[in-house]
């Protein structure tokens, strides 16, 4: 009887000494959720993951030997004035009040409710620890000054998204962006996206779109950009109609590479298929098997799967219970106040289930985030089935592959298609031979000039207007030469000096015609003129008269050439004309030649070539 009361006594003063925390538990449903639906299921996993923790704390030595947790447990059903109410039935509780250290609220786990208990704890000196929601909102730490959770923000996603591509060298990307309503955090995870590439040198189009209708025009839209390399920032309900889209463009293969953002649980068989060889970068889930997790030792709820929502519950816990402990060994009475404890979580630093537990504030546009510095998985979908490859940790920015990574082609595709230019020039050969033909009708023309010089006396030569013939001759000379003058290009004269080809070959051709073709319209004109004329009286043309009428051509050669240079000259263009796929399709060869451009070319050839079109048809 004596040593019965002497342990009843022990007990009595033991519980007295232990310093006890009260802990409000704020979940959708006390019971197991039966509803078949995936968020129904996710309420489940978490929920166990909360009570295996607290299994875990009360029976751990580590925690149990110096503080007692006083859980209260109540139904929100995903309603915010529900878990209002039991806020604050929580905290007018008067016995309970007299019993406990009433500092944490766990969840939570619908964010609709998390939002207005985390603008409202601080009134209370009270902390929210979150577990589920991953929505941008919550990292506001001027807004929301208690609020912790253990699940990095979904906008942190472009931590891992920027590691990617450093990895493997892909410099050039196009994000496909689902944009409004309660899509809008995607724009916020591309506006942190965005802050990354200024520093890192990665170039990124986007493409947006807001629903299952702009679906067909976005891909089509990122077909355009020609790009290998595809970030999702999309609902990724969204993920079986886009992909197997973007399959049927081609935009889903070896060569093209997807990273999808986000938990992806229940995959469809679809899915699976089109996706192939893409990459799903998210949260990580429970990484216990690369940590050493303090020889924690439990047995996990039957309700446990690899969905992430088990580990962020458990660590949520332990969170709390870390605190816990700190005040505790440490004497420290913190009830009123706040600021020692948001000290305590600052700096709080374990080793938990999704890896090392720690925060990080950083001022962004003068507003304050507080972040879960987490870690991430990376995790590639091959032979239908969703396999981790690696892993990022954001805590010392170190991206490791733990197992091979799968590409069709043996290795990692080029973020674009290297573009090969290649001049495509008149071979040497042929261009020194038509010169070479060209010099001998220059030879020929000044023959035929000598020949009409030495013969103008005879009568047949004198009859045929041997000096309208010399004009055709000097015409024909003209346009031989335009022959050298058009197959020179940048291997022969270098491109500062290549705007006095374009003139000489402008002149050239023009006077050329004006000359030979002005000549022969000449001569017709008189034919035409004597042979029409009906009384029969004799008319005499005169050579100077119609020579009067090739110097009018050239007249207007020199205004129309002389504006086009002064106004609008000519400079050297690369023209692109056709492009050639290599054997490996990851560079393609693109084929250029050197031409002559002006800005309005389009104006001053039809008025060039408008009226000596009417010298040919009059």
Known sequence: MFLFICLVSNAIIY????????????????????????????????????????????????YADYFALDIKRAETKCDPARATKELFEYINDDVQSSMTSRLFVLGPFCSNVVLPLAYALPFWNMFQIGYASQIPQLSNADTYE????????????????????????????????????????????????????????????????QDKSDIEIALKDLQALKLRIFLGFFDLDFAENILCHAKSLGLVNGRHIWALTGNMESPSAETLKCAQGSFLLSISKDISD??????????????????????????????????????????????????????????????????????????????????????????????????????????????????????????????????????FAISNYLYFLFCFISLLGCFLAFGFLFFNIHNRNIRFIKMSSPNMNNVIIFGCILSYISVFLLGLDTTYIPRSSYWAVCTGRAWCLASAFTLAYGSMFSKTWRVHQIFTNVKMKKKVIKDYQLMSVIVLFLFLDMVVLISWQ????????????????????????????DTCSSQNMNIWLPILYGYKGLIMVL
């Open 15 to 62: 519980c007295e000494c232990i310093q006890h925390y009260g802990i409000l538990n704020l979940i959708p449903y006390t019971e197991i959720c039966t509803f078949p639906t995936e968020n129904c299921k996710n309420i489940n996993i978490s929920n166990a993951g909360l009570e295996d923790a607290f299994k875990y704390v009360e029976t751990n030595p580590y």
């Open 146 to 209: 208690t609020f912790y959770r253990t699940v990095p923000s979904i906008t942190s996603l472009h931590e891992i998204c920027h590691a990617l591509l450093l990895h493997f060298n892909w410099t050039s990307v196009a994000i496909l962006l689902q944009e409004g309503g309660q899509y809008s955090v995607y724009s916020e995870l591309f506006s942190a996206f965005m802050s990354d590439t200024k520093e890192s040198g990665i170039d990124y189009d986007v493409i947006t779109f």
């Open 290 to 423: 690369h940590y050493a997790l303090n020889s924690m030792t439990f047995n996990r709820s039957r309700f446990y799967t690899s969905n992430y929502l088990y580990s962020y519950s458990f660590d949520a816990v332990l969170l709390v219970a870390e605190t816990f402990r700190y005040l505790t060994v440490n004497e420290i009475n913190a009830t009123s106040n706040a600021s020692v404890i948001s000290q305590i979580l600052e700096n709080n630093n374990f080793t938990g289930m999704t890896g090392e537990v720690s925060f990080k504030t950083s001022n962004v546009k003068g507003v304050q985030l507080r972040e879960r510095i987490g870690s991430y998985s990376i995790s590639q979908f091959i032979d239908n089935e969703i396999r981790p490859v690696g892993i990022y940790h954001a805590v010392n920015c170190s991206l490791v592959f733990h197992s091979s990574v799968y590409w069709e082609y043996g290795n990692a595709p080029k973020s674009k298609l290297e573009v090969i230019k290649k001049h």
């Open 566 to 593: 002064i106004i609008d000259p000519m400079v050297f263009k690369e023209a692109e004309f056709t492009y050639e796929r290599n054997v490996n399709e990851d560079a393609e060869i693109q084929f250029w030649f």
